[in-house]
């Protein structure tokens, strides 16, 4: 499929991208399907439990999105968006056993209803099965740039358990770890499309940097949310960062800025995690205006996003790369 130019008075909105993507993402929901399946029946019932549980599929979608900007007319992308999916899957299973978490997106997690022990090996057979498939793509780059993906985000995960319940973490931390455990997956996304398509060197950066400024966004946004929206929107319980004490960018500011006796409630907060104290936590990081100053960083990433991808000719799948960065902001959920 070659790109659509797009007329010089249409709006782009979420119906036009879900209708622009809605074939392909079909082609990666068959690929996920055929790749899921095991004799082992556990595997099969935890495994679909978390992919088919509602998730945006962004990082799929970025994959098909940047291969077709990038003028990509194979089948590839379908198979390299499940492998993303596979893998930040196997992260969200691996995750949820280190936090405790009892609900993601809406419903009970697979550690809370299978066990620990199950959730962690079924992740690993994500991983595993991830890297099988994206051998069938014959590219050494490509397999080069996942391998160093996954190695990436596991030493962000880890970064993040070092901070927890270390009121002295910095911002710069901070960001190692949102690039560790986020970032890096989307960037991996969005240069695989660029890769697909044979750029050259500058436009394969120009794509890795959207996707690496789209996902800092997007975590910004979601530690923004884990104080203002309410737990049907977000899909797991309000506070969760807190209750984990682990000291997001929100945490950081409003320690930051705050007055001497803000700073010390917010310190022994994140030192002592739980949620006893989450309505006064919640106020002080509203009275330091710590939420305006994270949204803030949020759009300035969508914008460095958006800057990014300016050489790219002109598409419908231009402009949905250039709504996903605007709806990373603008989303409340």
Known sequence: MTAVPLSSDRSFGLDDLKTLTESGMQRVNQVITENLASDVVLINQLSQHIIFSGGKRLRPVLVLLSAKACGYSGDDDALLAAVIEFIHTATLLHDDVVDDSEVRRGQKTASSIWGNEAAVLVGDYLYSRAFQMMVRARSMRIMALLANATNTIAQGEVLQLLNIRDADTTE??????IYGKTACLFEAAARIGAILGDSDPQLEQTMADFGKHLGTAFQLVDDALDYTASSEELGKNIGDDLAEGKPTLPLIYAMQHGNDDQKIFIRNA??????????????????TDALRYT?????????????????????EYKQALMFLADYAVERNF
């Open 295 to 315: 949204m803030q960083q949020a759009r300035n990433e969508s914008e460095l996003a958006k800057s990014a991808i300016g050489p790219l000719p002109s598409s």
């Open 172 to 177: 710069e931390k901070y960001h190692a770890v």
């Open 270 to 287: 994140i030192k002592q995690g739980g949620l006893e104290h989450i309505d006064a936590i919640t106020t002080i990081i509203r009275d």
